[in-house]
């Protein structure tokens, strides 16, 4: 989309597991120094958020067009999600329990199962802000599920489509 | 399995390359100093989890309610955001309004069908 607004911005463009090819904006580049578990040499990334399909953000790779993990904010699954980084942690320039919507964005990713999606607590993505700089963080200490059960079976009716998950302040 | 006991500083062999020491002991955690070859992947167990969660997570959409949602994606329709996450990120995640960038071609997203 949006080949014009690429050639009047000059910006770089993806191709996209879902989406087809997108411009994006250089600024918006999520880093992961060391990848995710599994996928160590996936560095680089995107988020895509569409306003029919809240809250789910994509993280695309840059590297892999077949790579595009579903994404909610941790917040959206549990509202009172409870960040707290290891100290192994050296990644994020962050407080070790730091603000979510103001330090760090946090995501869980989405796996979709045969009897229903679950959500990663366990090992939530947090992006530092600043720095967009990113990892996937296990919080071994904590009592959060590596499967935590989504229900958005609303997601597939269209009057529905809003409310899905619930969102509820803070979002992150 | 095989149990020994160590105090702290005391070390032990596997093989001939893996050495294994207990470096601290703290309250309620204790401090390995692990060496290891190169070669050999040396994880904590719960990240052997994630990395089988990731893999099954990167294979999206068999058969579950998200399929359509999924299928309705590549179909098309505006994408609302791809800009960073700058400025309000409270709006960033809440508020489709901010950091969009306005697409004079942009259109509604067409209507979900119902299932």
Known sequence: MNSGLAAQFSMPSCQTKYFGELSYEPSAV??????????????????????????????????????????????AVAADFRLELSEEITVLNVPRKPALGTDVVCLVIVTLRPTGPTANLLAPIVIDLRTLRAVQAVMTDSAYSIQHPLSMPAMASKDAAPEPLQVREPVC | MLMMKRRQGEAILIGDDIEIQLAHIGRS????????????????????????????????????????????????GPITRIAAPQGDPRAWLSGPEHNTRPDPRSRPAPPLPPK
Not at chain 1, 47 to 74: E, H, N, Y
């Open chain 1, 30 to 75: 999520i880093e992961f120094p060391d990848g995710l578990p599994a996928f160590e040499d996936q560095r680089r990334f995107i988020l895509i958020d569409r306003q029919d399909l809240k809250p789910l953000v994509f993280m695309q790779s840059l590297d892999t067009p077949g790579l595009c993990f579903l994404t909610v904010p941790a917040g």
């Open chain 2, 29 to 76: 955690k204790v401090k390995l100093a692990i060496r290891a070859p190169r070669h050999l992947r040396v994880i904590a167990k719960e990240i052997q989890q994630v990395r089988n969660e990731n893999q099954a997570a990167a294979e999206l959409g068999c058969g579950t309610d998200l399929e359509d949602v999924i299928s309705q994606i590549a179909a098309g």
